[in-house]
C-alpha cells in the first residue's frame, strides 16, 4: 500500500512537470475560455436595431392597412414596417441608398383568367430579408388573405377561431402513474442531453489520451529495462495501479482546472445575460445523471486503462504500440459512437444491449440514465457487471504486465503467455 | 550463513536450454564472478537470482530461506542497458527507486547526495538522464543500485563504458561495500576486474558452469607455459631445451614457452651459464588466458 502511493507520486510528479502536459493543459484552457465567451463576442456583433421595410402604399390600401396594423401589433423586433404613403417607387430606392431603409415591399396586381388573386408581394432590398423575416410577413399574410378571400362571409368570432394556432401536446405514459409538467420536463430533457453527451465525449478523450499515456509508458518502461528493476522492487499490481490512479489523478487535475475555467468565464457579468436567454440553469442538471455518470466514468476508466496497461507490458518497441493497441481503441470508439448516434432514440434496442456489455456500458447506460428509460434493476445489473470485469480484467491485466514486462524480442504467442501467467505470481 | 545459494538451477526458454544446472554459493561479504561468453546464460542466472523469472529446476536460497518477502528491499540491481528513465531527472528518479525498495525520501536524499559528490558528479541532481553522457548514465544507475544500502548486489557487466579512473573509482566503492558485508554477484568481460575483486568464479559456456571454484586454486590447477627471462647478454640454444616448444628474443631478453614446468630449471641453468640473469620468471596463466582455453574460438566476446 505504500509503494502504490510512491508510485501514484512518482507518476503525478513526473508526468504534471513535462512541457507537454503543461502545454496542452493551457491551450485547452484557451480554447474553452474563448467557447465559453462565444455567445457574448457573437452578441458583439450582431445589430440590435430591427430591419426598416418601407411598404409602398397605394395598390391595395385595405391590405396594405391591415399589414401595417397587424405588423405594428405583433410588435416583432426584427422586423419595422415603415409606411410610405403617396411616394414613387424611386423615392424608395433612393431611401434604400440612404441607408435609411433595408428594403420596401410592393403589393403588384395579379389576374389568372378573369378572377382577381391575392396580390404578388415583392420584396425589393439590398439582400434578402432572410428566412425568417420572410417566415413572419408570409404567415401575416396569409391570415390577411384568408380575410380577403373570405370577403365578409365570415362573422369576426369565425375569423378568430380560424387565427387560433391549434393546441398540440404530447403526454408522456408514465410506468408509477406520476404526471410530470411536460414542459418542464422537456427543458431538464435538453439539459440532460447535453450533459449526457459532455460527459461522453470527455469519457472517449480522456480516455484515448491517457490510455495510450499509459500503454506508452510501459512500453518504454519495458525498453528502458527499468521495468527490471522496478519488478524486483515492487508488487507489478501496485505498479500498474499505481501508475493508473496517478493518471487519473492526472486526468481529474485537468478537469478540474477546465470547470474552473469554464465557470469563472460564465461567472463573468457580460456573461450571464446570454445565458439567461438560452434559458441555462444549473439547477436544471439532474444530480442523478452527473453522479450515476461519474460513477460510469471511472469505472469506465479503470477497465480501459487496465486494457492499455496490459497491451503496453507485451509490446517490446514503441513502434509496434500503435497496432496493437488498435482492438482497444476501436473498442472505445464503438463506445463512443453507440450512444452519440442514438442520443434521440435511447431505447432502442442496440443501447439496451449495449449497455449491459461491460466495455460500452460507461456510455451506453449513461444515455439511457440520461435521456432514455432504465429500470433501477438493470442499472443495478449493468454496474454489477462491468464491476465483475473491471475485477477480471485488472487482475487478468496484472497477470499479463508481470509475464509481458519481460518478454523481449517477438510478439509472444498466446501459448507462450498463458503458460507465463500461470507462473508468475503477482 | 551463506548469503546465496543456487543448486542445480534450469532454466528453459522453449527447447533451449540457457541454463543447465548450474550450483554455485556466495557468502557474506564476497564478490562472486559470473563469467563467460555473450549468450552463456550469465544475465538469465541473475534474472533468476532476482526471482524476475523462475528456474524451471533446482533452487535458490536466500540466507538459508527460499526467495521471501522483504528480499525487494535488500537487493541492489544493476541491468546491463542501465535501466533508468530517460527524461525523468536523475535525483527524482532515484529517490523513487530508493523508496520502492523501502527507504524514507528523506535519508535516500541525503545519501544520494553522498554518493553524487563521492563520483564527482553533484551538478547532475538536477539533470535529466537523456543529458548525461554515457559514463555518467552509467554512474548514476551505479548509484541507483546501492543507494538503499542492500545486502545482495547484482551487478550486470558493471564497469562497461567507463574511463580508467572512473573504473578504479567504482572499484574502490564495490571493494568497500564487500567489506561492509555486502555480498555481490558480479558479471563482467574484462578478466582482470575479476583477478582483482572476485574470491571464486564460475565460467558459463552454454548454460553449463564449465569452471568453478576458487581463482587461486584454478589458477594453480592450469599448467604455467609461460617464460619471461631479462639478461645481460644473448643466450644461445634455448630451443634445444627439452619441453620448449618456442623461445622469441625480445627487447630486453626472451619470451619462452614451454610444455613442461620442469623445463623452467633447464632454462635458468642454461641462461646463468652463459651471462648474468636480470630477470627470471614461470608466469601464471592469466584468467583471460584460462578463458580463452576454456570457452575456446566459439566465443565472440
Sequence with gaps: MRNLGTVIGFTLRTKMMTKAFIVTTIILALIMTIGVNVPYLISLFSKDEPMKIGLLQGNYPVIEQSLEKSMAEQKNKDLMLLSYPNTTEDQLKKDIEAGKIDGYLKLEKQVEGTTEQFPKVIYTGTDSLGMSKENVLTSTLTLLKTKWVAKGALSEEQFRQLNEPISFESVKLQANGESKDPEKEDANKGISMMVVMVLIVLFFMTNQMTGNMIASEVTQEKSSRIMEILITSVSPLAQMFGKIIGMFLLGLIQIVVFLVVVLANLMLPHNIEPLKEMNFDISMIDPAVIGLGLLLYVLGYFLYATLYAAVGSIVSRTEDLGQAIMPIALLSMVAFYIPIFSISAPNTMLVKVASYIPFFTPTTMLLRIGVGDYAWWELVVSIALLLVSVLLFGYLSAKIYRTGVLMYGKRPSWKEIRKAMKAYKI | ?301
Design chain 2, 1 to 301: 550463513m551463506k548469503t546465496l545459494e543456487l543448486d542445480q538451477v534450469v532454466k528453459q526458454y522453449g527447447d533451449k536450454t540457457a541454463v543447465n544446472g548450474v550450483s554455485f554459493d556466495v557468502e557474506e561479504g564476497e564478490i562472486y564472478g559470473l563469467l563467460g561468453a555473450n549468450g552463456a546464460g550469465k544475465t538469465t542466472t541473475m534474472r533468476m537470482v532476482l526471482s524476475l523469472i523462475y528456474p524451471d529446476g533446482g533452487s535458490i536460497k536466500y540466507n538459508g530461506k527460499p526467495y521471501y518477502k522483504g528480499l525487494e528491499k535488500i537487493f541492489g540491481y544493476l541491468p546491463e542497458e542501465r535501466g533508468l528513465y530517460p527524461k525523468v531527472k536523475v535525483s527524482e528518479q532515484l529517490l523513487y527507486l530508493a523508496q520502492l525498495r523501502g527507504m524514507a525520501r528523506k535519508d535516500a536524499d541525503k545519501s544520494l547526495k553522498y554518493w553524487l559528490e563521492r563520483f564527482n558528479v553533484p551538478e547532475n541532481y538536477n539533470k535529466k538522464i537523456e543529458e548525461l553522457s554515457k559514463g555518467n548514465q552509467q554512474k548514476i544507475g551505479f548509484i541507483a543500485s546501492i543507494l538503499h544500502n542492500p545486502k545482495i548486489v547484482i551487478m550486470d557487466e558493471a564497469f562497461s563504458g567507463l574511463d580508467p579512473v572512473n573504473v578504479e573509482l567504482m572499484k574502490e566503492t564495490v571493494k568497500e561495500l564487500r567489506d561492509n558485508g555486502t555480498s555481490i554477484l558480479f558479471s563482467t568481460h574484462r578478466m582482470e576486474h575479476v583477478e582483482e575483486l572476485c574470491r571464486n568464479i564460475s565460467i558459463l559456456q552454454k548454460g553449463n558452469a564449465v569452471i568453478q571454484g576458487n581463482l587461486r586454486e584454478l589458477k594453480s590447477k592450469y599448467p604455467r607455459e609461460k617464460v619471461v627471462l631479462r639478461t645481460v647478454g644473448a643466450v644461445e640454444g634455448l630451443e634445444q631445451i627439452a619441453g620448449v616448444s618456442e623461445a622469441t628474443r625480445t627487447e630486453e631478453g626472451y619470451f619462452i614457452r614451454i610444455t613442461d614446468e620442469s623445463a623452467g630449471q633447464h632454462i635458468l641453468q642454461a641462461a646463468m651459464s652463459q651471462t648474468e640473469v636480470k630477470h627470471f620468471e614461470i608466469k601464471e596463466p592469466t584468467l583471460n588466458e584460462i578463458f580463452i582455453k576454456v570457452v575456446g574460438g566459439e566465443s565472440n566476446a
